[in-house]
């Protein structure tokens, strides 16, 4: 928990806060729309939030926004779910991807890296090439406004060619990762229905080939709208029959033809982890995407041309698209293709080093996992170009703060960000111009009316409660796919706090601004009525050099009982004796409080975790209260479906 009155881990200097672009917006803002040029980020943040209108206009003048047909307002209705934005507006999300092409046109846009560490460039002028030569392609193929186009890719340039062509024709990306399993996939691509697919042939990952052309072939019988399947040979080999090749595809010189759009035409279908039930199927607009990152990455972030952007992540992650949007801002982003600790820890902080990061994301638990590692990133790679190292995924727990501050550069800028892929944006995270505190976001996103609500609906300050949203964003989805009456939408955020957007995560706002994530509020532990997340039983008990990871449930017992179980992976040669046993409570009891302590502590072979690295606990619970794992969990949405059972076996023997 926060204390009162801690003193700031970093502060930005002078000229940091003079030359970030957030600063040059207020003073524009301030001179053109009316933004109080004084109160700093706070009075900014104030403004963009009792403003909306006003807010999001400035910010489509200051990113020069091109729209194809002008807007009749900024906000027509503003109730949630439904709010409309920018009505009237035509636009396209790709022309203002390849924006710098005009002026940079031989640097670089992309920096591809695999597992050799060797990064490989493309072009500004060579990326537009090959999306006008794909994108007429699809358009030749009958790709229309509307159609779903789907990529089974890694993180590689190809995806984000397939990508822009796909916006710059009107159709609808979606992808997921080529790790994902066929049935993952098809949960995922046949709710959407796509006609086209790309698809490698396979992938590597720690040094390893995996061959992906049965799962590709399954996809295709298994996906009956498709009108054309892309090969493209990341192993080498033969394009199958009757599948086209990338390489003849993008090979003419042609310009792209933008499809101008409606602000609210969909962009691209984004999935949730779907770990009980289908995932849920997210829609996201060509204008609210392209407003909101524009925001997030050029103010929050500081993004511009002079940047190199690396976000460790996968196609099947909403980070994923967020990167891509990296080349809104003019930005030079970098894709890795590999396994994020391959040949070792130190892996993504040499990728950082070799492409000359400015701004660098990852995980919290790759944060967490160098740390126990002994990595030393700055003694072992010159990092001297990086501004900021974001996490997101999970909080940050304060050791990852420190280490951070201590193992990479003491004035390193340390954003701890968090969102959602349904907003496919952050809530709360990176501001340039304020101070980090240890195990805290910095404050919460512009035009983001984020609070912590009550169970009554009354805002709390320096208490825990729901995070909610209490005003729409432009990226909030405008539907999902084959919920025609928006039920499943509106069940899914808008039940609880009718009116107000309810995330699902427990947050405290702190007086100063700030804010802290406690974990996932539906997997909320409840002790004598005291609510806690489980966030922070994981950041003291992960501490211990013999705990690998843990997963702490908290279950509801048929007789009015409550037990509150700790399960732990062990690090290679750790025991679970009496003394570790001891030590483990005695962290709790001392770090959080006695209420914390768990009923049991319980070795087990792995902790589950979804596709994406999320660990799994809702599910976990559901099986330590009996429901049966094919009822407990989507078995497509787990990394590992043998861990799950020793979950379910164990809530036998109980029983």
């Avoid at 040029?37 to 009075?43: D, I, S």
């Avoid at 914390?596 to 792995?606: M, Q």
Wanted: hydrophobic fraction near 40%; include cysteine.
């Amino acid at each position: 928990m926060t204390s009162s009155n801690p003193s700031p881990l970093w502060q930005p200097d002078r000229e940091r806060i003079a030359q970030a672009q957030i600063t040059r917006f207020q003073a524009w803002a301030a001179e053109h729309h009316g933004a109080p040029a004084e109160g700093g980020y706070a009075g900014l943040h104030r403004w963009s939030v009792d403003e909306l209108d006003t807010f999001w206009k400035a910010v489509t003048d200051w990113f020069d926004v091109r729209f194809s047909t002008p807007y009749a307002r900024v906000l027509g209705d503003r109730s949630m779910p439904g709010a409309q934005w920018f009505p009237g507006a035509t636009l396209n999300y790709a022309e203002h991807a390849l924006r710098a092409a005009d002026t940079r046109a031989d640097e670089p846009a992309l920096l591809y890296v695999d597992e050799t560490h060797e990064p490989r460039p493309v072009s500004w002028s060579e990326l537009r090439r090959q999306v006008g030569s794909l994108a007429a392609e699809l358009r030749a193929l009958g790709v229309r406004p509307g159609d779903r186009v789907s990529g089974y890719l890694p993180n590689i340039p190809q995806a984000v060619t397939a990508l822009l062509a796909t916006a710059a024709v009107g159709a609808v990306w979606t992808s997921c990762a080529p790790d994902f399993g066929a049935r993952s996939v098809l949960d995922r691509f046949q709710q959407v229905e796509p006609v086209v697919l790309f698809a490698v042939d396979g992938y590597r990952y720690g040094g390893k080939e995996h061959d992906r052309r049965d799962t590709v072939a399954e996809l295709r019988r298994e996906l009956p709208t498709l009108r054309a399947v892309v090969h493209i040979p990341l192993l080498g080999t033969e394009a199958p029959e009757g599948t086209l090749e990338w390489s003849a595809l993008t090979s003419a010189d042609i310009a792209p033809v933008y499809e101008e759009v409606p602000f609210d035409h969909p962009l691209w279908v984004l999935y949730s982890s779907g770990t009980t039930g289908l995932p849920k199927a997210i829609v996201q607009s060509q204008g609210g995407i392209l407003v909101e990152h524009l925001k997030q990455l050029g103010l929050h972030c500081d993004l511009g041309p002079e940047d190199r952007f690396f976000w460790y992540t996968s196609t099947g992650w909403m980070m994923w698209n967020f990167l891509v949007s990296g080349l809104l801002t003019g930005t030079t982003i970098v894709l890795y293709d590999g396994s994020p600790g391959y040949p070792d820890t130190g892996a993504q902080w040499r990728i950082a080093e070799r492409t000359g990061a400015t701004l660098y994301g990852t995980s919290a638990a790759y944060v967490m996992a160098c740390r126990k590692a002994d990595v030393h990133p700055s003694r072992d790679f010159d990092l001297s170009r990086i501004k900021c190292v974001a996490t997101t995924g999970s909080p940050l727990p304060p050791d990852g703060f420190r280490w951070l501050h201590d193992e990479v550069r003491d004035d390193l800028w340390i954003a701890s960000v968090s969102g959602g892929t349904d907003v496919c944006s952050c809530f709360a995270g990176a501001v340039p111009t304020l101070p980090v505190y240890i195990g805290e976001l910095q404050a919460a996103g512009l035009g983001t009316d984020l609070q912590s609500w009550d169970p009554s609906g009354k805002p709390l300050i320096d208490e825990v409660g729901e995070l909610v949203v209490a005003n729409p964003m432009p990226s909030m989805p405008i539907r999902f796919w084959n919920d025609p009456d928006g039920s499943r939408y509106h069940d899914s955020y808008f039940d609880t706090y009718p009116g107000a957007w309810r995330h699902g995560d427990w947050i405290t706002l702190t007086s100063r601004g700030s804010v802290v994530i406690h974990g996932r509020s539906d997997s909320t532990l409840n002790r004598q009525g005291v609510r806690m997340g489980s966030a922070d039983i994981y950041e003291a008990v992960e501490r211990l050099p013999e705990i690998r990871e843990s997963l702490v449930i908290g279950v509801e017992q048929p007789d009015g009982g409550y037990w509150m179980p700790l399960f732990v992976h062990l690090a290679p040669g750790a025991e679970l004796d009496d003394a570790l046993l001891g030590r483990i409570k005695q962290t709790i009891r001392e770090q959080l409080s006695p209420r914390h302590t768990p009923d049991e502590v319980i070795e087990v072979p792995g902790i589950p975790h979804t596709l994406t690295g999320k660990r799994i606990e809702v599910p976990v619970k559901r099986l330590l209260q009996g429901t049966p794992l094919e009822k407990a969990v989507n078995p497509g949405s787990v990394d590992n479906l043998d861990l799950l059972r020793f979950y379910e076996q164990l809530a036998r023997d109980r029983a």
